[in-house]
């Protein structure tokens, strides 16, 4: 029943397919905003929401770089100074990875909130 969730397990199956692009349905302004993350992090290619003047659609475009992506839930409220346990948890390596969070600023990835110094609620995470 999770948008994210499903939208980010049809990604992970298609990359491991060897699939050039995947569609997701339903669509939310919590995914695009997840789907901007990675793609700022060149994870994904382009992308395009397709009205369907329903739930909408999203195609989006591989470049074969996601090994595993995921969803925490609940969304666990997660302050500055826990960040750090969280990424060894989660993360494969210091080196690659991200965790995408919810801040006051927007959704962003672990290293933005480090920056900004502010913790927030973690939504996922993607290597």
Same mark, same amino acid.
């Given at each position: ?5 499903? +939208?980010?397990? +049809?990604?992970?199956?298609?990359? /491991? /397919?060897?699939?050039?692009? =995947?569609?997701? /349905?339903?669509?939310? *302004? =919590?995914? &695009? *905003? ?11 290619? !382009?992308? !395009? ?11 989006? !475009?591989? &470049? ?20 750090? /346990? ?13 965790? =995408? ?10 290293? !933005?909130?480090?920056?900004? +110094?502010?913790?927030? *609620? ?6």
């Amino acid at each position: 029943m999770n948008v994210l969730n499903d +939208a980010l397990v +049809a990604i992970v199956n298609a990359e /491991r /397919r060897g699939k050039r692009q =995947v569609m997701i /349905r339903p669509s939310s *302004k =919590v995914l &695009l *905003k997840f789907l901007r993350v990675m793609q700022q992090h060149n994870y994904i290619g !382009e992308f !395009e929401v397709v009205d369907d003047h329903r739930s909408g659609k999203i195609v989006v !475009e591989l &470049l074969g770089r996601i090994n595993k992506c995921g969803v925490i839930s609940p969304r666990f409220d997660v302050a500055l100074p826990d960040i750090e /346990r969280w990424v060894t948890n989660l993360l494969p390596s210091r080196q690659f990875g991200h965790i =995408v969070m919810t801040t006051s600023y927007g959704i962003c990835d672990h290293e !933005e909130c480090r920056r900004r +110094a502010t913790g927030g *609620k973690i939504l996922g995470y993607f290597y």
